[in-house]
């Protein structure tokens, strides 16, 4: 109990500093108290339009220009300027929430119904669901189906209905980002493997991400152009 008394009285005392050889000293510990930050929440969005509108309806409230940042394909996060204590608030995210197409091996089923709902046509994916309708499964059936109508026959064997080079690349666009934005097309490999299965993958390394993130950035810089010109808003990839 004696001792608790004696430290309070001595952190109570008269703080005191000391010059020596050009350096303050001083004879009680010092510690810093921070101001009370307030911060925002950040508010997850599914579109690039819905922050969009936010900036322009709260730009107001904060003091210097806000960053747009263009994290990829499927992230924009809008940042603010340091506060007095250099802490950053990032307010608003808009997030693509749509199912990314994943390469792979598909059945002939699956990469029918997958080429009708999660890619824009084009010519190559015209020519690759006509391709899938017309090969035989490993069980013997035949199967031909567009995706509209489709017709059974029984054969034994796997095999095109027709013989016929089979494109090894495609250029195809599947949906991967924000649906405000054009979908980049990208190059894709053609395989069939013994089971009848079909295999798409990747081939342009990655360059369609850029793209995507490009047109992001030409969609925001659109919507948000006197934003920009002003330089109340800094949009960045």
Known sequence: MIQKALQYLVGLKE???????????????????EEPIYRRNTVEFGSLDAIVKMIKTELPDYSGPVFVRIT?????????????????MVPYTALCTDTEFREGWF???????????????????DYLINLVSRINNDEGVRTEDNGVSQTVVV???????????VKPRLDLTPFRTFREVPQPMSEFILRLDDR??????????????IEA?????????????????????????
């Open 15 to 33: 703080n005191k500093t000391y010059e020596i050889d050009g350096k303050t000293y001083s004879d009680n510990l010092l510690h810093y108290i």
């Open 155 to 165: 054969k034994k064997g796997i095999q095109l209905a027709a013989t016929e080079a």
């Open 196 to 209: 009848g299965r079909i295999g798409l993958f990747e081939a342009d390394g990655g360059m369609w991400k």
């Open 72 to 88: 990829n394909h499927k992230r924009v996060d809008v940042i603010t300027r340091p506060n007095k204590q250099e802490n950053r």
């Open 107 to 125: 059945e002939q089923d699956e990469a029918i119904i997958m080429l009708r709902s999660r890619f824009i046509p084009t010519e190559d994916s």
């Open 213 to 237: 993130k490009i047109n992001i950035q030409t969609y925001l810089e659109k919507a948000l152009m006197s934003e920009v010109e002003s330089g109340s808003v800094v949009i960045m990839i």
